[in-house]
């Protein structure tokens, strides 16, 4: 069994930070990459799991510890699964309200039954740097889009996910709530499995 009292969590996001350590719990400290440096490296990968690799390498090279990486998006039935691995510059860097209003425009013709999507997590674990056999573990959550945001906590497109389980958007869960069920949530349990944790 591997045992880990810090990790680097391979994100600039810092929701993803407090869903993580949280989800964790406390037997595993989780530092943010933003410690050691503010450069975010390019996500020039094809695929959630190539750009959680690249991320979590960057961060174990950067800071000299085991790192994790969190690479997430939505993928819209209607638009083939965009924006995918593009869900963070899908408005071109301009940010998640900006990303929220143009999907929100792209689907306003788009009826209810038409409207499914899934919210994808990848987490990458390596032990450093080079580390030849990266953990790997994946979490869906599926859902729906809304025609209009609602709801305050989370992040990201949270305000505009609808979740069929509890008939409310993701922003309008609390965040123990969101944590028991997400995509995020999906994908650590099975880490936590992985790692003898659970
Ligand atoms: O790459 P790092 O530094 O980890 O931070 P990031 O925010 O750029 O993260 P990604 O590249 O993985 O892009 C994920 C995108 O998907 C969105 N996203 C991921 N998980 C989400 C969640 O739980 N709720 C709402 N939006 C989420 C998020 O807002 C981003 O737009
Ligand atoms: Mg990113």
């Not at 990459?33 to 094809?46: C, D, R, Y």
């Not at 209607?78 to 309200?97: E, M, V």
Request: contains cysteine; glycine residues 10%; negative net charge.
């Amino acid at each position: 069994m591997m045992t880990f009292q810090q990790i680097v969590l391979a994100s600039h996001n810092a929701g993803k930070l407090k869903e993580l350590q949280a989800m964790l719990g406390d037997t595993v400290q989780l530092r943010s990459i933003g410690e050691f440096s503010s450069v975010e490296p390019e996500e020039t990968g094809l695929s959630f799991v190539e750009n959680a690799i690249l991320k979590a390498r960057n961060a174990a090279r950067i800071s000299g510890m085991p790192a994790l990486a969190d690479d997430s998006g939505l993928a819209v039935d209607f638009l083939g699964g965009a924006p995918g691995i593009y869900s963070a510059r899908y408005a071109d860097g301009k940010g998640d309200a900006a990303n929220n209003a143009k999907l929100l425009d792209v689907l306003k013709d788009v009826p209810q039954e038409q409207r499914g999507a899934q919210f994808v997590c990848v987490l990458a674990l390596v032990r450093h740097a080079d580390d030849p056999l990266p953990i790997l573990c994946e979490g869906l959550w599926h859902g729906r889009i809304l025609t209009q945001a609602s709801g305050e906590h989370g992040f990201g497109y949270d305000p505009l996910f609808w979740v069929p389980e509890r008939d409310c958007s993701s922003a309008e869960l609390s965040p123990a709530d969101k944590n028991q069920i997400s995509h995020r949530a999906r994908a650590m349990s099975l880490l936590r499995q992985r790692l003898g944790l659970a």
